[in-house]
């Protein structure tokens, strides 16, 4: 059974840090991408950042570009996610998900492409 488990979510002030752990079992994540997702109440879940297999390729929203670093650990079928200078506009929870990837090198913005998520950790930023 695959399961995702996210932590290190929590409270912040606005500028400070987090830094979420998504920690995958249940299967080989041999050649799987990853990915974090993040819904603010009233509205709909968005992309925030994906890794490729190989761990060479990552992407980012616009909107987190510059602040956020997103990471892994294949020894560990782990990957991060740090966030720095944290807005109050990054309120939200946070979803990691996972999906067997066609190449190394593939990464996807697209949430319906993912197989596996966890079950979410709440972030908030206070101003």
């Known amino acids: 059974q695959v399961q995702l488990v996210e932590s290190g979510g929590g409270l912040v002030q606005a500028g400070g840090s987090l830094r979420l752990s998504c920690a995958a079992s249940?299967?080989?994540?041999?050649?799987?991408?990853m990915g974090w997702f993040r819904q603010a109440p009233g509205k709909e879940r968005q992309f925030v950042a994906a890794i490729s297999w190989g761990g060479g390729t990552t992407d980012y929203a616009d909107s987190v570009k510059g602040r956020f670093t997103i990471s892994r650990d294949r020894t560990k079928n782990t990957q991060y996610l740090q966030m720095n200078s944290l807005k109050p506009e990054d309120t939200a929870v946070y979803y990691c998900?996972?999906?067997?990837?066609?190449?190394?090198?593939?990464?996807?913005?697209?949430?319906?492409?993912?197989?596996?998520w966890g079950q979410g950790t709440q972030v908030t930023v206070s101003s």
């Open positions: 998900g996972v999906r067997r990837a066609p190449y190394s090198a593939y990464v996807s913005r697209d949430q319906n492409e993912y197989d596996y």
């Open positions: 249940g299967r080989s994540f041999s050649g799987y991408f």
